[in-house]
């Protein structure tokens, strides 16, 4: 079944950076599309970055282009999500989550199925 653990995230200030990963297994990596949402805490999860595996096509959120950089290490099967400058809006809870199909042109959180446990961002 599919596993995805992420890691990488803490504490940083304002215009610091910060690299998160999320290692996958259980299914074939290139098969699929990922992506990094983010949630604070009485809110839904939004979408952040999103890569389809096999082309390497990205999506960004406005909020992030230009800050944010999604990539993939077929190798590794090993997602990361470079961020940089970061602001205090980006503090929240990042999700890695995997899918494939017509979920990948998808965007919206309750579609995508795969997901792992989390990783806590905090910029201050």
């Known amino acids: 079944h599919v596993q995805l653990v992420e890691s990488g995230g803490g504490s940083v200030q304002t215009g610091g950076s910060l690299t998160l990963s999320c290692t996958a297994s259980g299914f074939t990596f290139g098969s699929y599309c990922m992506g990094w949402f983010r949630q604070v805490t009485g809110k839904e999860r939004e979408a952040v970055a999103r890569i389809i595996i096999s082309t390497g096509s990205t999506w960004y959120a406005d909020s992030v282009k230009g800050r944010f950089t999604i990539s993939q290490d077929n190798s590794k099967n090993t997602l990361y999500l470079q961020m940089n400058s970061l602001k205090p809006e980006d503090t929240g809870m990042y999700y890695c989550?995997?899918?494939?199909?017509?979920?990948?042109?998808?965007?919206?959180?309750?579609?995508?199925?795969?997901w792992g446990q989390g990783t806590q961002v905090t910029v201050s």
């Open positions: 989550a995997a899918d494939r199909g017509s979920v990948c042109g998808s965007i919206a959180a309750w579609r995508w199925r795969n």
